[in-house]
């Protein structure tokens, strides 16, 4: 444990990447190497404190992570599902949150509606963490930029290439990148781009990093000058009935040996995973050279438990009790 500062955090939630002042992320990635490093004696960081996971829908990365992670440094999770939460449908989200707040130490949510994470964070003492909405994964970019600080050292004046939706991944991209003085290239349709007052944000985020934020429509030689193309899927969940038409719109914005020939030499290829081969991504991509989205689904993990260890060993985030 004496190789584990824990600095308290700004905010007793994680709810967007935009709300963290660049100390806190720069916490976060201290204690992630740490905790990585450590991984075998760092195990009871988080003794006897216990997570919920609430989740509307599907996840692989996510729920494993924050699960394994709480049993990593010594504690525990209790996964609910669609079935047994619907936030707001069973029972009101204020009463949901006062009672976990009974409980547990912690709440990760997975959810559609982002009002639903804040209402959730705003009715409870404990710390509640955004395991993605439909307009942020947080937990994902931090990750994202935490793998590309491992590789490079710092990601300030590195250029990413964004092509695909302007979906929830791109949001927190576009404010991870921005606080952390990386240049963003975000390629999508038109009707397709990210959400403008996320790119406001990112915009304003910028001018402060030094940052560059560009949002483009046309894909031809879009990754020239890249360092690290990304893509998501291009049909989010909730957005199923969209697939085909998605597809066919989506056409020519999939990331392939050609795109990646034109970015930069050694420039990296990063999805957040699920992945389509043949979609978003040409199978080659995916698996070959550039590639390091299974070092990054790795990283989910220590980053994750960076996030738990210092949002639920804060003294001011406690678990409630009726003496
Ligand atoms: N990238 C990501 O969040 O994966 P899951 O949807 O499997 O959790
Ligand atoms: N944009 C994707 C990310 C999945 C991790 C979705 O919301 O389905």
Known sequence: MNKLKLPHLAHKDLISVHDLPIGDIQSIYETAATLKKHRDTLTEVLRHRKLALIFEKDSLRTRFTFDIGMQDMGGGAVFLDHRDARLG???AIKDIARNLERWVHGIVVRTF???AVQELAEHCDIPVINGLSDL???CQALTDLFTLTERWGAVKGRRMVYVGDGNNTCHSLLHATAKLGMHITVCSPEGYEPNSKVVNEAMLAAQESGAEVRIVNDP???ARGADVVYTD????MGQED???ERAAVF???QVDEAMMAEARPGALFLHCLPAHRGAEVTA???DGPHSIVFDNAENRLHVQKAILALLLNDPRYQRKTKD
Do not use: G, I
């Open 89 to 91: 449908q069973r029972e």
């Open 113 to 115: 509606k982002h009002r």
């Open 136 to 138: 942020m994964h947080p």
């Open 220 to 222: 031809k030689h879009v």
């Open 233 to 236: 899927v291009w049909a989010s």
């Open 242 to 244: 969209e697939t085909e």
């Open 251 to 253: 056409l020519d914005y």
């Open 284 to 286: 080659a991509v995916m």
